[in-house]
């Protein structure tokens, strides 16, 4: 089962109405919304005239990607666009289903379009999971509706969806509930019939440690206070305190996929965050890192390259301190390499920065790759082989360390090349002392005053 709920393929005509699962159905289910009004949350896909909106209310058919973290409605949307009209509504999990599920359900939607003249909302969950075949298997159907698809994904579809796929689709990206989105929903369902309906009272520090838990996860916010009431109910009281909550839920659950968004926008902050020179930031997304279970070699490899990407030779003893951290990682593994990867992040946060080192190289490969790559100056050709001096190979190359400054004008690049600057020194940390001194060797070398 996804964390948005999932619905089995070919659900009895015969379901339960909502008022017959309500005394065993999860509160997270009870509590899913009936209509597009009762959806807390994703105020910029719901307003009037917004896309979601249109189809939702039944002002628009086109097929859906829902692109979000967990808990943030997916389900209910797909089941809200199904109920527009008489639409008959499938449900595969891209866990457990194939290429023949997917065929299985193309027959069937064309079966009811001609002879029923009804629309099939197919609600793929987990879309990402799909191989590029099952993607392609539903091309055909989405392009001539004869499918509405509605596809649920927690990661970025443009890494994991086929192109042809997104570009019949309408993306939508939904956001994590507000901390004022995940209060009203747990007030709703404290009161509501088809919640906990006025059984227990939540009390102002229990629901403000609910909502800190929930992490605009809506699903875990509700999960959290079913567990809390009916803690409270089996000893007989009625009220909902912090206590209350913190015996039924022992840890906020950090949510990370290391395979797709989370892990990418994790990272991402961290290296942002050591570049902009904040240590606290970077410890905090360090420590999420850790605590989600990501592999601490792939934390320091990043480290690694941040070293000479963003600080290089400002500290040069950044490029050292990521590697040795990498070493400890290697050598002693977790949880004790959890204080190098501190340390170095730390080092590398609050050391001076300097982007030249990536800039030089990135420039230089452009020239490169621009044709740019003339031939090497004879002299400084290999001389080590029988008849290298009749090719004039090696002959006139000058050896630094025979003048007295170890440095002597010489021409070193090609000739298209010459008096080219890909170094360019910052005057920050200790590169302001190479930004003084690099003047005076460029001059040494190509002979200038």
């Known amino acids: 089962m996804s964390t948005d709920g999932l619905f089995e393929l070919d659900e009895p005509e015969s379901a339960p109405a909502p008022q017959q699962a309500r005394a065993t159905a999860p509160l997270a289910v009870r509590m899913r919304p009936r209509t597009v009004d009762e959806v807390v949350g994703q105020a910029h896909l719901l307003r009037a005239g917004a896309p979601l909106r249109r189809l939702v209310e039944g002002g628009a058919a086109a097929s859906v990607l829902l692109y979000g973290p967990p808990g943030t409605g997916k389900t209910t949307i797909a089941r809200l666009l199904a109920g527009v009209g008489s639409r008959h509504f499938v449900a595969l999990s891209a866990l457990s289903s194939g290429v023949k599920e997917l065929r299985a359900v193309i027959d069937d939607a064309r079966r009811r379009r001609d002879y029923h003249d009804q629309q099939t909302v197919l609600f793929i969950d987990e879309v990402h999971r799909f191989s590029k075949t099952q993607q392609d298997a539903l091309l055909g159907a989405v392009e001539d509706r004869l499918v509405l698809l509605v596809a649920a994904t927690t990661e970025n579809p443009s890494f994991s969806v086929v192109a042809p796929l997104l570009s019949r689709s309408l993306i939508l990206q939904l956001q994590s509930l507000t901390e004022e989105d995940v209060r009203a929903l747990l007030l709703r369902a404290v009161t509501d019939q088809r919640g906990l309906d006025g059984a227990v009272e939540l009390d102002a520090e229990a629901l403000e440690a609910i909502v800190r838990l929930a992490g605009g996860d809506a699903r875990r916010a509700l999960t959290a206070l079913e567990a809390a009431a009916d803690g409270v109910l089996g000893t007989g009281a009625t009220v909902i305190d912090v206590e209350a909550v913190e015996r039924a839920v022992t840890e906020a659950t950090v949510r990370y996929d290391r395979a ?190």
């Open 260 to 449: 797709g968004d989370q892990h990418y926008d994790v990272i991402s902050a961290f290296i942002k965050s050591i570049r902009g020179s904040d240590p606290d930031a970077a410890l905090h997304y360090l420590a999420r890192m850790l605590v989600a279970g990501e592999d601490p070699r792939f934390i320091a490899r990043r480290l690694m390259v941040h070293a000479s990407e963003d600080i290089g030779l400002a500290d040069p003893t950044a490029l050292p301190a990521a590697a040795a951290a990498a070493q400890v990682v290697q050598l002693v593994g977790l949880p004790e390499c959890r204080l190098a990867l501190a340390q170095v992040t730390l080092h590398l946060a609050t050391a001076p920065k300097s982007n030249a080192v990536i800039v030089g190289i990135d420039e230089a490969m452009s020239d490169v790759r621009a044709g740019m790559a003339g031939a090497v100056p004879a002299h400084l050709r290999d001389g080590h082989y029988a008849g290298a001096e009749k090719l004039g190979n090696a002959v006139g190359y000058r050896y630094p360390h025979n003048h007295a400054d170890g440095v002597l004008a010489q021409q070193y690049p090609p000739d298209g090349l010459v008096g080219k600057d890909y170094y360019r020194p910052t005057p920050h940390g200790a590169e302001r002392t190479l930004s003084e001194r690099l003047p005076r060797l460029r001059r040494a070398v190509r002979g200038g005053s």
